[in-house]
């Protein structure tokens, strides 16, 4: 197969990254103007957990996040609203296209906000399909740190990513400098995988390369 090749821009930590600061009503979606949304979307590089900011009480709102996860689908989640704290969602977005608001509280001053969390921004690309018929196989990733500074992991699943009726068994990378890397790298290894992705924190830029050879 051919050659993957990408290059990956990765968002900073904002908790504005999805809406700026605003009063929540009952009823109204919160507007989506943060620094990642364009055309009244917000969008990730990869799939992150999206937190909930305010200083106020706002915990007799549930608050629902729409958009989709790393492979399209579309997904939401109800939150209950933080408390002058930050609460995050368990499910991991790609996209935020509305968070709307459910609440028998009338609000005047009191604010939130909506982004990726401040103390462990992380993204989840998505999966990218490899070749599981080229024999005897050997592959080549490569991880090239062009600016910034992100730690990245690669991962596999021997799964079809693309079943959505099935859950994915994604596995850290065997090659240990692949998890948890700070700086390039270049590893071969001949392990069977059906895809692969970059798990990622930090901010910057990641050049991947994925070669599949075979020895046949």
Not at 132 to 146: A, D, G, H, R, W
Request: charged content about 5%.
């Amino acid at each position: 197969m051919r050659p993957i090749q990408k290059t990956l821009s990765f968002q900073a930590a904002s908790a504005t990254g999805v809406t700026t600061a605003q009063t929540p009503v009952n009823g109204v979606n919160l507007t989506i103007n943060g620094t990642f949304a364009s055309g009244g979307v917000a969008t990730f590089y990869g799939a992150t957990i999206v937190a909930l900011t305010s200083t106020s009480n706002l915990s007799t709102v549930v608050f629902t996040v729409n958009g989709t996860d790393a492979s399209g689908v579309t997904i939401y989640e109800n939150v209950t609203g933080p408390n002058n704290t930050t609460v995050n969602t368990t499910k991991l977005f790609q996209t935020v296209t509305s968070v709307a608001v459910a609440t028998v509280t009338v609000f005047t001053t009191e604010t939130v906000s909506v982004g990726n969390p401040n103390s462990s921004s992380y993204g989840t690309g998505a999966w990218w399909p490899l070749d599981i018929y080229v024999p005897n196989q050997v592959t080549n990733i490569s991880c090239n740190e062009l600016a910034g500074a992100v730690t990245y992991s690669v991962e596999y699943t021997n799964e079809d990513p693309f079943d959505t009726t099935i859950t994915q068994l994604a596995v850290a990378h065997p090659v240990a400098a692949l998890t948890g890397a700070t700086t390039s790298q270049t590893h071969f290894t001949t392990t069977l995988m059906r895809a692969v992705r970059v798990v990622t924190s930090g901010s910057g830029t990641l050049r991947v390369t994925v070669v599949q050879q075979s020895t046949a």
